[in-house]
């Protein structure tokens, strides 16, 4: 026998009672207006923006036929990939436009991967007289729109000399005009990038770059081996930027470019027609490819491109 509080005998072996406990009960989570509305609306302008893209792959594998039936075709029934083959073997130089738009994206944003992060670098870590000055004079250049510069440059290149038939005072030809340069030269520095990567570098350390100092390295090796492999996140951004930007550039190379053969792929969709009329079919079609490059760089590139935007505004 034993005895238990409050004088309850037990025989010996008899389990005692353990008093149940229950859980906690948990916070209702209370539904807050605000953040519905918030993806109410977040959710009705992504599929704004979706639903071009949507309509022209599904147009891409439907007949001319059916492709401006009211109500629109959202799901084909009956898909077909006759449009991609039918762009594909058209009389048009369609693999000569892609190795064009390759070769003009690929230059300009490696040039300015190069040229911007160095005059950033310049910029950010390096102290000479009207630094500030030239910088935020380099900012001002961003105001100014695209019309207001168009003519001038197109003047300058027409008068490039010893290029396009010119003579040595750049008259007689064409310059840099209806060529690769023309696309390229003026192309390779751009003010936004500057400023991107100027932002980024002001949060490298200083004492890295003194460290190196010691070390014996000059500017040049300091920018290459130092300042570069730590700014790989603020240079992805930049090269989605200036990829996507000049991939599906259309109105600088319309004034440029006069010859078929230099037609970058855009411009080609743009001009694309059999027998004087526009073949909308296959147009999707060779619409659909040409984006694909900027959707495959961007889910490449998508963690280095959130952090490079997130930390370069972070100092300024």
């Given at each position: 026998m034993s005895s238990?509080?409050?004088g309850t005998k037990l025989e010996v072996g008899t389990p005692?009672?353990?008093?149940?406990?229950?859980?906690?009960?948990?916070?209702?989570?209370?539904?807050?207006?605000?953040?519905?509305?918030?993806?109410?609306?977040?959710?009705?302008?992504?599929?704004?923006?979706?639903?071009?893209?949507?309509?022209?792959?599904?147009?891409?594998?439907?007949?001319?036929?059916?492709?401006?039936?009211y109500p629109p075709t959202w799901i084909p029934l009956h898909p077909t990939i006759a449009n991609y083959t039918g762009f594909f073997t058209s009389d048009h130089p369609i693999g000569r436009w892609?190795?064009?738009?390759?070769?003009?994206?690929?230059?300009?944003?490696?040039?300015?991967?190069?040229?911007?992060?160095?005059?950033a670098y310049t910029f950010a870590k390096r102290t000479f007289p009207g630094r500030d000055s030239l910088f935020f004079l380099g900012l001002a250049t961003l105001m100014l729109p695209f019309q207001v510069t168009m003519i001038p440059n197109y003047l300058i290149l027409k008068a490039v000399p010893l290029f396009g038939g010119n003579n040595i005072a750049g008259?007689?030809?064409?310059?840099?005009?209806?060529?690769?340069?023309?696309?390229?030269?003026?192309?390779?520095?751009?003010?936004?990038?500057?400023?991107l990567l100027r932002q980024y570098m002001i949060s490298i350390p200083d004492e890295l770059i003194d460290a190196a100092r010691v070390d014996g390295a000059g500017h040049l090796r300091i920018y290459w081996k130092v300042i570069l492999p730590m700014s790989r996140p603020a240079l992805a951004a930049l090269a989605i930027f200036t990829f996507q930007f000049?991939?599906?550039?259309?109105?600088?190379?319309?004034?440029?470019?006069?010859?078929?053969?230099?037609?970058?792929?855009?411009?080609?969709?743009?001009?694309?027609?059999?027998?004087?009329r526009s073949v909308w079919n296959l147009?999707?079609?060779g619409s659909v490819l040409g984006a694909l490059?900027?959707?495959?760089?961007?889910?490449?590139?998508?963690?280095?491109?959130?952090?490079?935007?997130?930390?370069?505004?972070?100092?300024?």
């Open positions: 238990v509080a409050g005692i009672p353990v008093p149940m406990l229950r859980p906690p009960a948990s916070p209702r989570r209370r539904v807050r207006p605000l953040l519905v509305v918030k993806y109410v609306v977040l959710s009705a302008v992504a599929i704004l923006f979706v639903a071009p893209f949507l309509y022209m792959l599904t147009a891409s594998f439907l007949p001319l036929s059916r492709m401006f039936s892609i190795v064009n738009s390759t070769i003009v994206t690929g230059s300009i944003t490696t040039a300015q991967l190069f040229f911007c992060s160095l005059v008259i007689g030809g064409h310059g840099w005009l209806d060529s690769y340069l023309g696309l390229i030269i003026p192309n390779m520095l751009n003010p936004f990038g500057i400023f000049w991939w599906q550039a259309f109105f600088w190379p319309l004034i440029i470019i006069n010859s078929p053969q230099l037609y970058t792929l855009p411009l080609g969709l743009a001009l694309f027609q059999q027998q004087f147009i999707m079609a490059p900027l959707i495959v760089v961007f889910f490449i590139f998508q963690k280095q491109f959130v952090r490079g935007i997130s930390l370069s505004g972070s100092k300024g």
